[in-house]
């Protein structure tokens, strides 16, 4: 198989059996048609759709290594620099698609197996055939071109004690046995983005939080189909109000916490098994993080370029452009979209293959962005509410725009540079970026989807190299 359609994605979901509770329903399959879910997933299919656009597909796609068939270029083993640019590429076209408001395309974690995968010998600490497992598995879902979720956080029950002394230890995910031909796992990790959709669930060790000795049983990475047995997901309310609504209506992105009830993993589905030494590496020492981080920073520059369009038209509808506070916020914008394209050039010209012969982008720049942005994003929605002011509240529907309201909407509605439909399809979309339940989710998600930033800031701190500098002032202050 190659590259899929928007319809063959559809076609595959609406076979699956997935098991999803949602304000109090409980869906077993039925997930491509469900209000919570409908819109978004085709907002998926759109970009499954991009990879056989004459326009996009030479961007989106390369030849199998074994097939030969086109497949997605997030599965692409970079070898050369045009291999690296045709990765930033693809992710850029993908998140320009959605204005950077889709966080779980699959490419992130195409990213991440594919990293995985090329350090294939790495995973033979873990066990015979681990190495095989990964490989095999990356093969597998890029020839089918599946969309694979992750969950990697235990429980938020207790967090003075460590995810496996929550309840006795009860809580988290583990390994409950193992049998003949696999383990059974069992027990709750606390989010999957999208779950509710993913054709492929990857149960993998958290990227921040590490393992310890003690915590053998729920240390461990496998994968499991999203409609496997026993796997339940509890969706929240969705903050998809329907098409007046213009990002929340085709981007609304489901989060579900993850109920393994027994649920059995071949071990051909297993990377690594009962090893916490193993799970503190698996993203650094397979440069997989680096991959992953490669893919999010396009998702961000592209978010930063759709937030700097809207807050200039916003401050040119209503006449604000010349004030000195208002230009100092939109440079703020701007500043922020270029520190996040230097990362990128940094990142592509510093690049070094790794020790698998993977060429890697450079991670310092990297590691930087992936810190830095959870804080500036909080700015954007800030500066939108301050410079839209009372306007995104004087904000009639677009039922209002076509209805009896309309002559009064048409004149009293109207902006310095926009007639009153239009001041109100701008300040709509304003609004669902700075506003709305759907603004509030994304400032969360570009705030904690890596992780606690205190936490990353812990170590980050703990793994950048100061001592040339400390030494430096070292050697100054010696200086008579
Ligand atoms: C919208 C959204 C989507 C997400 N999607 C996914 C997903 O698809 N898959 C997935 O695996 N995860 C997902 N996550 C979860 C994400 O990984 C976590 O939010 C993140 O790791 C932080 O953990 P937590 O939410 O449990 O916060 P907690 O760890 O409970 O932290 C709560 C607060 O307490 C503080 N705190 C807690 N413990 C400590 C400590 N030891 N030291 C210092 N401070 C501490 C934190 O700084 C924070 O302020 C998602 C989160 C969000 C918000």
């Not at 499954?48 to 692409?76: E, I, K, N, W």
Request: proline fraction near 6%.
């Amino acid at each position: 198989m190659a590259a899929r359609t928007g319809a063959e994605f559809l076609e595959r979901l609406s076979a699956a059996r997935v098991h999803v509770d949602i304000m109090g329903e409980t869906l077993i399959g039925g997930v491509a048609e469900h209000p919570a879910f409908r819109n978004v997933v085709r907002s998926y299919a759109e970009l499954f759709d991009m990879q056989h656009d004459p326009a996009y597909r030479d961007v989106l796609t390369y030849p199998s290594p074994t097939s030969g068939d086109p497949v997605a270029t997030s599965f692409l083993v970079p070898r050369t620099p045009e291999d690296l640019a045709k990765r930033s590429a693809a992710f850029k076209l993908w998140a320009d698609r959605s204005l950077g408001m889709l966080g779980r395309t699959g490419d992130y974690l195409n990213s991440a197996l594919m990293a995985l995968a090329a350090a294939e010998s790495w995973f033979a600490q873990a066990g015979p055939g681990f190495g095989e497992n990964t490989r095999r598995y990356y093969e597998r879902v890029r020839e089918q071109d599946l969309l694979c979720t992750h969950t990697l956080v235990p429980p938020q029950a207790n967090r003075a004690v460590t995810a496996s002394q929550q309840a006795g230890g009860a809580l988290m995910a583990h390994i409950l046995r193992e049998d003949d031909n696999g383990i059974v796992i069992r027990g709750a990790r606390l989010l999957a983005t999208i779950g509710p959709f993913a054709d492929e669930l990857l149960v993998f060790p958290s990227t921040v939080l590490r393992n310890s000795a003690e915590d053998k049983q729920y240390s461990f990475a496998c994968a499991v189909p999203g409609d496997a047995p026993g796997l339940r997901y509890i969706a929240r309310e969705p903050m998809d109000y329907g098409r007046s609504h213009p990002l929340g209506s085709r981007f609304e992105e489901p989060d579900a916490v993850v109920i393994f009830d027994d649920v059995h993993v071949p071990y051909e589905r297993c990377f690594v098994l009962g090893d916490p030494e193993l799970c503190n590496g698996f993203y650094t020492q397979t440069s997989a993080v680096v991959h992953m981080t490669h893919q999010v920073l396009a998702r961000t520059t592209a978010k930063t370029e759709y937030l700097l369009g809207l807050v200039s038209l916003l401050t040119e509808a209503i006449g604000i452009e010349q004030f000195q506070h208002v230009q100092q916020d939109v440079a703020e914008v701007i500043m922020t979209l270029e520190t996040l394209r230097a990362f990128g050039r940094a990142a592509l010209a510093d690049a070094a293959p790794n020790g698998y012969g993977v060429l890697t982008p450079a991670w310092p720049p990297l590691n930087a962005a992936r810190n830095l942005y959870p804080r500036l994003y909080q700015r954007f929605p800030e500066i939108l509410r301050k410079l839209g002011a009372s306007g995104l509240m004087a904000l009639p529907t677009q039922a209002d725009v076509t209805g009896p309201a309309g002559p009064d909407i048409a004149s009293y509605l109207q902006s310095a540079t926009l007639g009153g439909a239009d001041r109100v399809k701008l300040f709509r979309l304003v609004w669902d970026t700075c506003v709305s339940a759907f603004s509030g989710r994304q400032a969360l998600y570009e705030y904690y989807f890596f992780g606690d930033p205190v936490r990353m800031a812990g170590a980050y701190v703990a793994s950048y190299d100061r001592e040339p500098y400390k030494a430096a002032v070292r050697a100054f202050l010696d200086r008579s």
